[in-house]
């Protein structure tokens, strides 16, 4: 009996771990015929294609073909730019039936090469759906279609006293509906949780052109499977939000921020103890940049760089933000935070800047913020979002460099920089690998050897950018087979021509 049992439970799970996506059609192409299509519906302006009677030069689609960091290379001879939820709907449920590729397109900052299409699949571009929808400022609730600039939804709930819930560097370019289809973590994650929590509805055209109007403005909706999580995160390949649903947090009425020098990385770890419980409710961002990447981002104007005095020794620093409800009294606290790290026996910090005005508040959060555009100003960044033990970030970035020094890979004319920088608060590590240019070797030399490094720690080889091209094959070393079959399951579901971003996520 239980050898029968055990055989059962084995061939059940073999089952589920050869589980592949059902057969599907190849896809096609767009002809002159469907451009003729969306005509019907779409203005002229809204068609951006290659092909006859609008062809425009490639190079016009070029912002729309490559990627933020130049790494990753579409070519779609088709982007279009719809108005309205009825016109997305239209788009998908014509290019399911024609079988076409579709790439969602937000703002294109993603970091993992989603956003642009592997081959000359359709790129559809949300810019268009730029309008807020309703924002009631006694709940905070904030609805709005999902191309509104993450920047300019801040200004618009600001008047309000009323912040969004996520805050990132690429914030002047990314879109709501993309930061929701990836899952973004960035700088309030510590104060403000995840868009699992913050989004309470969504509208999304599903791959077949159904609209599914789920944004629901509730706090407390227990009626069943609660679909929206499903494309929180899902990068575009189960359908294409239209709209989203957002709670948005009172401001602040007193943010305060002060930069901590730091002689070793040994002591990020006992220094995050100690804000922690002396800041306590008060305490809203806890970042962290080595040593390097503060040299980056200084070297290319982002933020005021510290006096020579002040970085002198400093192996890294940190980044402290609180957010309170009354100034005087955050003030104390941080003041006597200072106090008692740079008065203590043993001091875990060197020195603290603390910001004096909101210009200088700016300038420290640019020194952290910045750190992104530095390292791609720097030259080719090789980007792994780690979620690692915070004990092991150090050990991870050294670790890489000693690798690649190993490799004989470290070098001017190879790999520049290797550096870590992240939020820390999240136990989530940005480390970089700054290269003069992409190569094969290099790539080679950090893959798969990052990602065994990540799971040997029981980490996860995305914290927040998400898997996009660029992880589909690294996928296993943070998922089981199981969840990987179930993905799978998911997304013939509900994509069974597998149209929506293809090859972004599962293989
Ligand atoms: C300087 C800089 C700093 C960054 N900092 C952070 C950070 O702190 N935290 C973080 O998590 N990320 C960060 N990122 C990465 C990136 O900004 C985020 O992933 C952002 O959420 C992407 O939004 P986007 O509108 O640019 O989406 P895009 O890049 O256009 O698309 C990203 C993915 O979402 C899909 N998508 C986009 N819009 C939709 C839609 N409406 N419906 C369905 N799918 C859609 C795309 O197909 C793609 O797979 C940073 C990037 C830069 C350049």
Known sequence: MLSLSRCTARSISLRALRAHHTQRPPLNSVTEHDLAHFAKFLDPPAILSTLPP???????????????????????????????????SEIVK???????????????????????????????????????????????ILVADAGCILQSLTDYVAPHN????????????????????????????????????????????LPDGTILDQLTTLRKDNTGYDLKQLFIGAEGTLGVITGVSILTPPAPQASNNVI???????????????????????????EFIDRTAYDLAVKHGQGRALSDQEVEGAECFVLVE????????????????????????????????????PAQFASLWA?????????????????????????????????????????????????????????????????NIVAESYTPEIQDALEPYVYEVVASHRGSVSAEHGIGAMKTHALHYSKSDVSI????????????????????VLE
């Open 54 to 88: 609008v062809s425009l030069p490639a190079d016009e689609l070029d912002q729309f073909n490559n990627d933020w960091m130049g790494k990753y290379h579409g070519s779609s001879t088709t982007v279009l730019k719809p108005k309205t939820t009825q016109q997305v």
């Open 94 to 140: 014509w290019c399911n039936e024609r079988c076409i590729g579709i790439v969602p397109q937000g703002g294109n900052t993603g970091l993992v090469g989603g956003s642009v299409p592997v081959k000359d699949e359709v790129i559809l571009s949300l810019a268009n759906m730029n309008k807020v929808r309703s924002f009631d400022p006694v709940s905070g």
């Open 162 to 205: 009323h912040i969004m819930p996520i805050d990132l560097g690429a914030k002047g370019s990314c879109q709501i509906g993309g930061n929701v289809a990836t899952n973004a973590g960035g700088l309030r994650l510590l104060r403000y949780g995840s868009l699992h929590g913050t989004v309470l509805g969504l509208e999304v055209v």
């Open 260 to 286: 901590l020098a730091l002689p070793s990385f040994k002591n990020v770890l006992p220094l995050y103890e100690i804000v922690k419980r002396q800041l306590s409710e008060i305490l809203s961002a806890f």
């Open 322 to 357: 609180t957010s309170g409800g009354r100034r005087e009294h955050d003030e104390e606290k941080l003041a006597d935070l200072l106090e008692s790290l740079l008065e203590a026996e043993k001091p875990l910090i060197n020195t603290g800047v603390l910001a004096q005005s």
């Open 367 to 431: 020194l952290r913020e910045g750190v992104t555009e530095a390292v791609s100003k720097e030259g080719k960044p090789y980007k792994y979002d780690i979620s690692v033990p915070l004990s092991t970030f150090q050990e991870v970035v050294d670790g890489t460099r000693e690798h690649l020094r190993s490799k004989g890979l470290l070098g001017d004319h190879a790999v520049k920089h290797v550096i870590g920088y992240g939020h820390v608060g999240d136990g989530n590590l940005h480390l």
């Open 485 to 504: 079959a179930w993905m799978k399951k998911i997304k013939d579901l509900f994509d069974p021509h597998g149209i929506m971003n293809p090859g972004k």
